[in-house]
């Protein structure tokens, strides 16, 4: 079953509007995750470190006014699209690392969430 | 250029027949996994490979990564219609064991 969970899988929203996307490690604790976006055919691209407790970690060319994360909990990363435009429309990935019993940092496995898509009309 | 090099970007292939996919850096592979994913859906973890020579394998899919861990491939032995999907290579091409950089992607059909 999925260890990684996100929601919503689909969202449709006006211009203008925020959306945001929530991403949950099921059954582990995830002290950091990771925000994906995959265009139309395209491979996934990384826009975002998420954190937990502190400031999460952009990549270069990626708005983090537009693109707000927030790592709350040591099982939830939230991704929030502010006034959404319609080239915000994409499907948006999130995964998070679960480590082997042994917390060997190269031992986890990445796991991905289900994916949010948005289309912003 | 692309990190990663994913080929080829699409195949069609006969159900029953052999396949191969290849994931190829210039730089060093600290660790390797091989997704799939269906459009429009999330990705489905398949293997990870970290060690130089190593090779996996689950059911009919069997991942290795080259001594040099810069080139990865993904062989998929008579193949499915259950197989159709995209094929992703993740890297850890900065040694942070954390965020991946991804091939482009391979097209997978199986036709009947």
């Known amino acids: 079953g999925a260890v990684v969970s996100q929601h919503p899988s689909r969202v449709i929203c006006k211009s203008g509007t925020s959306v945001k996307i929530e991403c949950r490690s099921l059954?582990?604790?995830?002290?950091?995750m990771f925000w994906y976006r995959q265009f139309p055919k395209q491979s996934l691209m990384l826009m975002a470190t998420?954190?937990?407790?502190?400031?999460?970690?952009?990549e270069q060319g990626v708005e983090k006014d537009k693109f707000l994360i927030n790592h709350a909990s040591l099982t939830l990363s939230t991704l929030t699209v502010t006034s959404a435009h319609p080239e915000d429309s994409s499907f948006y990935i999130c995964?998070?690392?679960?480590?082997?019993?042994?917390?060997?940092?190269?031992?986890?496995?990445?796991?991905f969430g289900e994916g949010s898509r948005l289309t912003v009309l | 250029s692309q990190e990663l090099e994913q080929s080829p970007q699409s195949l069609i292939v006969q159900e029953g027949k052999n396949l191969t996919i290849n994931c190829t850096s210039s730089?060093?592979?600290?660790?390797l996994y091989w997704y799939k994913q269906k459009y429009g859906e999330g990705l489905i973890f398949l293997m990870m490979l970290q060690k130089g020579g190593e090779e996996k394998s689950h059911e009919k899919i069997t991942a290795k990564l080259d001594e040099k861990k810069q080139q990865s491939s993904l062989h998929i032995t008579a193949s499915q219609p259950s197989h159709a999907g995209i094929y992703l290579c993740?890297?850890?091409?900065?040694?942070?064991?954390?965020?991946?950089?991804f091939g482009t992607g391979t097209r997978l059909q199986v036709t009947l």
């Open positions: 998420s954190n937990e407790g502190s400031k999460a970690t952009y």
């Open positions: 730089k060093t592979l600290y660790g």
């Open positions: 995964s998070a690392r679960r480590f082997g019993l042994a917390g060997d940092t190269n031992t986890g496995e990445l796991f």
């Open positions: 059954d582990f604790q995830a002290t950091t």
């Open positions: 993740g890297a850890d091409i900065t040694g942070t064991a954390s965020k991946l950089t």
